[in-house]
């Protein structure tokens, strides 16, 4: 299987349509930009052993929530994170452990991206 290949079924797995979606939305801008994503992210980072997937998404939800200015990209992931299995209230955990490392507003940004993403799922009563 080829790193492309690859790639394209660790995408698939962990972010289904949204993954797909941000895919297509490059198609015509910067198809080759498209390629290195499948390709490095997912064909060789998420491929690899030694972290499951839910631990992969609890690390980039918290990478996107300190970094404060990947909103689009931390609202992925979070849907990514429920994919995988984890539960909301893990999510939320999560994003508010970057309170201590990231600031309040950080965490605070990272909060109101969950509330859009949880909002626009099916209610879950377990948070």
Known sequence: MTRYELGLKKLEEIDGQAGTNVIESLKDIAPDF????????????????????????????AALTAMGTATPQLKVHITAGLNVGLSREQIVETIMQMAVYAGFPAALNGLFAAQDVFESLEPDTTC
Request: no cysteine; net charge negative; charged share 20%.
């Open 34 to 61: 498209a390629t290195y994503l499948i390709e490095f992210p997912f064909g060789d980072i998420y491929a690899r052993p030694g972290l499951d997937l839910q631990s992969r998404e609890i690390a980039t939800i």
